[in-house]
């Protein structure tokens, strides 16, 4: 796979109520800054309904209405020249050591791990919907993952399609466990700052655990793929 970056950096924005000078720009010009001393190259590829532009930036146009973040990131997947694929959010922020997260993606810790893939944790200490009377397992919530990895394992999709906005997280996390008996890799020493304001799209929640439930029956009935 040819990669012209070491980096991508993933951004979906709702720019319908989501102005840029409110959110995806303070979003891009954080990256930027914390950029500026890496060793790594890096691309910000952005998706949304109106232009969003910036140093660095990819500006991809949803060109239909997704009702959700899930689509909007895979749809950004086929656009990104990075051997690594950050998840990013137009309302948070990386600190300045990020980047040891990628410093540990290519150590020897991953030299015998089928998927190369870890999770930033936050500073708000907020988990994931982790729904109770499964096997335990870990929740990628801000995943970090080689663009190798997604499209040998993942059928080239950061989230599985079946989610709107929530639980995705939670199937990427069962499915590694459960699939490689692969513990999740949650770093701290870097993590992802979420304002207190931040919106959240909760109107699918029910859906999407709904869509959770019938993935793992699915795969605990012999159907072992990701999507």
Known sequence: MSNNV????LIGSNTRDRPPEKYANKSIDNINEISKNSKYSYEIVVISEDPISGENVTWVKEEEFSDGLVAAYNSLVPHTNGKYLVYAVDDCFFDDQL??????????????RAMKLLALGSDNGLGSFMPRGYPKYGVYRYPIVSKDTVMRYMDGHLFHPSFKNHYADNWLG?????????????????????????????????????????????FHSGYHRYI
Not at 6 to 9: C, E, G, I, L, T
Not at 102 to 111: A, C, G, P, Q
């Open 174 to 218: 069962y499915w590694v466990t459960h699939m490689f008996d692969e513990t999740m890799v949650e770093v701290w020493n870097t993590t992802i700052h979420i304002p207190d304001d931040a919106p959240s799209y909760n109107h699918h929640n029910q859906s999407d655990a709904q869509a959770f439930d019938a993935l793992v029956k699915r």
């Open 6 to 9: 070491d980096v991508s950096f």
């Open 99 to 112: 980047y040891t997260a990628i410093d540990l993606l290519e150590s020897y810790v991953y030299n015998r």
